[in-house]
Every structure is written in C-alpha cells, then in structure tokens.
C-alpha cells in the first residue's frame, strides 16, 4: 500500500469535528485553537476572561473558524458539565478535548504556602483529572474521541534557577494519568496523549527575564525559546487521524532541553 502527500496530508484535516479548547482564549491555548479551527474543526473555548475568550472568538471568526466562548472556571465540575452540554447543544457532537488550561507559582519548597499548593493542583491535576472525565464519559459512550493534555518538560525535568515544585509534582502526575486513561480507554476508540513542551513565550513564562537567560535560553541545545505558532501544529497532530496509531504517549517538544 502507498500513502499519497494528499492522503497524508488530509490526515490533518478536522473538517466537522468539534474541538474544546480550555484556556484557549490566550498563550498556548489560543494557538491551538487557531490551528484546530483553520484545520477545519469548530472552536469551543473555555475560560474566565470574558473579554479576552471574546476577542478570541473574533479572531477566529476573522479566520472562517466557527468558534464560541464558554465562560467557566475548569476547577469546578459543574462549569465543565455545562461546558460539554452547550457544546453538544450547539454543535451537535464534540470529537477533542484540549486540556491546556494552567497555572504555576514560582517559590522555593519551604516557602510554598498550602494555598498556593492547592491552586496549582487544583488546576493543573484535579481539573485534568474532572475534565477528563466528564469529557471523557461521553467519548467512551460514543466510542470515539480525542484527549490532549498539555503537561511539560517540568513533569521529566527540575527547571531552575526558579524553584516549582507544585508545578513540577502536577505535571509529572499529568503524564502518567494520561497513560492511565488512554490504556483503559483505548478499546472503546479513545486516544489520550500528552504534550510536554519546553519554553515557550507566554503570560506564564518570562523568556526575555535576563535572570532566566543563562538556564533557560543558553544551557538548551537550541540556545532559544519556542514560540506559540511551532508548538501548535503539535497539537494538531496528536487530536487528529495522523495519530491514530498513538495514545499513551508523551509529546515532548522543548528544543532539546531535556536532552542534556
Ligand atoms: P498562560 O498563563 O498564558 O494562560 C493560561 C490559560 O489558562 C489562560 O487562558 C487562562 O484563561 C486559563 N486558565 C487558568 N486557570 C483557569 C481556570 N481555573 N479555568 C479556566 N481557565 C483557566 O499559560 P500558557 O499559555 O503559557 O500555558 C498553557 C499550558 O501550557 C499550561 O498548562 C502550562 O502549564 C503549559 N505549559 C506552558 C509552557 C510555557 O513555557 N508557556 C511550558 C510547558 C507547559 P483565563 O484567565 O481566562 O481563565
């Protein structure tokens, strides 16, 4: 059997899939949703910023993508049920689920306060763990349906010279519960992989701090940090068919960081 460039390539397409994006309204999230959308998919982004999952929304829509906000905080089950019943509502069906909302306290372990331990896992894991789930219900009935979780490089390595452990401890548990759920979920037609990516320029990470230069731009082998529009066709990748023999796997893209 051959494979044409255009059998490939239409691998990529997402033409009448639905697509949830949460946080998708900014940094990462919201390359993801530009890439989902311009490979066809409709657009559900969720977050809390009413303004900016707007103006989200409008971008797309420059772009011919089909896309609505749902207002909702991810930590909190009943917003995320509400989340997948206005998707179905909507749009009839929904095909991927992007779990790339996050949060990260810089501290050192013995300054690291119970409530900034909590907020981390609270977003990072718990609301992983309920997304997934709920999402993830409705994939197995339908016997279909794609996870991304948007973990990282903290979760195989310690960065510094900033100290996380909260993030750190978060992401490695996102690699594993995505290995977790795509073994138990694979024979109902259900993939779960993982992206861990390296810097990349965002709200989150502050790549242009002098005090972060030497560790995060000067030690990485490609001596630079990534950019939102590199890493996005990595999530394409992994939410559409030109994955479909991978689940249970762990994307990392960090410009070699994690080689050394
Ligand atoms: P940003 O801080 O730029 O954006 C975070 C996003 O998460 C926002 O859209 C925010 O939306 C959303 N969010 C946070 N808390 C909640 C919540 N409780 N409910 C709903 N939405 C929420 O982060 P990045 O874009 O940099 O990061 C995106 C993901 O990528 C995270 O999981 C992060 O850990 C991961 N990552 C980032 C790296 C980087 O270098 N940037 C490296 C490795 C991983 P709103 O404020 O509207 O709620």
């Not at 490979?39 to 009413?50: H, P, S």
């Not at 779990?99 to 013995?110: D, I, M, S």
Request: charge should be negative; glycine fraction near 8%.
């Amino acid at each position: 059997m051959s494979l044409s460039p255009a059998d490939a390539q239409s691998a990529f397409d997402l033409t009448g899939r639905v697509a949830v994006v949460t946080g998708g309204s900014r940094g990462l999230g919201k390359g993801f949703a530009d890439v989902l959308g311009r490979a066809g998919a409709t657009v559900v982004i969720v977050g809390r910023d009413e303004d900016a999952g707007s103006q989200a929304v409008h971008s797309l829509a420059e772009n011919d993508v089909t896309a609505s906000f749902q207002h909702a905080d991810v930590t909190r089950p009943a917003d995320v049920r509400r989340v997948l019943e206005d998707t179905l509502r909507l749009f009839g069906r929904v095909d991927i689920l992007i779990n790339n909302a996050g949060a990260c306290v810089h501290a050192p372990a013995l300054d690291v306060t119970p409530e900034d331990w909590r907020h981390v896992m609270d977003v990072n894991l718990d609301a992983v763990w309920s997304c997934s789930q709920i999402f993830g219900r409705h994939f197995v009935e339908s016997t279909a349906g794609v996870i991304v979780n948007i973990g990282s490089m903290s979760g195989i390595i310690v960065n510094r010279p900033q100290w996380q452990p909260a993030y750190n401890a978060s992401k490695a548990a996102v690699h594993h519960l995505t290995k977790s759920l795509a073994a138990e979920w694979a024979p109902y037609g259900v993939r779960v992989n993982a992206l861990a990516p390296g810097y990349i320029n965002t709200d989150m990470s502050p790549v242009d701090d002098p005090a972060f230069q030497q560790h995060w731009i000067d030690d990485a082998p490609m001596r630079r940090y990534g950019t939102v529009e590199e890493l996005a066709p990595a999530v394409l990748f992994l939410a559409s068919d030109a994955s479909s023999f991978i689940t249970g796997s762990v994307l990392v893209a960090d410009g070699g960081y994690t080689a050394f």
